[in-house]
């Protein structure tokens, strides 16, 4: 199986579970495809360098998988046919140190996520 990050950007005017669920949902797809998702990251809301579809800003996703070849244009087509996403972008991994480089990319994820999972613990266990 191959490596792959998506970045994709989800419209700023949905609620934040809006914004959860969208990511939910593109997720499930990978699941379905039978990727790998080895990481997450959750950038946020953004300014765009650019207006896209009249929006100045989009709340920005990136995800980390390996998959097989054809699985990509199934994500892609579902990216494609989202309505809530404004832009997407699929980058694959191949040789020794764009794999090394996306390594250290997943490593990064993977510890970012970490202390908000530590918080949200931390605060439903005093709440």
Same mark, same amino acid.
């Given at each position: @199986?191959?490596?792959?990050? !998506?970045?994709?950007? +989800?419209? =700023?005017?949905? !609620?934040?579970?809006?914004? &959860? #669920?969208?990511?939910?949902? %593109?997720?499930?797809?990978?699941?379905?495809?039978?990727?790998?998702?080895?990481?997450?990251?959750? @950038?946020? @809301?953004? *300014?765009?360098?650019? =207006?896209?579809?009249?929006?100045?800003?989009? /709340?920005? !996703? +990136?995800? /980390? /998988?390996?998959?097989?070849?054809? #699985?990509?244009?199934? %994500?892609?087509?579902?990216?494609? %046919?989202?309505? $809530?996403? %404004?832009?997407?972008?699929?980058? *694959?991994?191949?040789?020794? *140190? $764009?794999?090394?480089?996306? $390594? &250290?990319?997943? #490593?990064?994820?993977? *510890?970012?996520? $970490?202390?908000?999972?530590?918080?949200? #613990?931390?605060?439903?266990?005093?709440?």
């Amino acid at each position: @199986m191959t490596c792959y990050e !998506t970045l994709f950007v +989800v419209k =700023p005017t949905l !609620t934040e579970e809006e914004i &959860k #669920a969208q990511i939910e949902k %593109i997720k499930e797809v990978l699941g379905k495809v039978d990727a790998e998702l080895l990481a997450a990251d959750d @950038m946020g @809301m953004r *300014k765009l360098a650019y =207006p896209v579809q009249k929006n100045e800003r989009g /709340y920005y !996703t +990136v995800l /980390y /998988y390996k998959a097989n070849g054809d #699985a990509i244009a199934e %994500i892609e087509r579902n990216l494609r %046919i989202n309505e $809530e996403v %404004i832009k997407f972008l699929t980058v *694959k991994y191949t040789n020794g *140190k $764009e794999i090394a480089q996306f $390594e &250290k990319l997943v #490593a990064a994820a993977g *510890k970012s996520a $970490e202390p908000k999972a530590e918080e949200a #613990a931390a605060q439903s266990a005093e709440a």
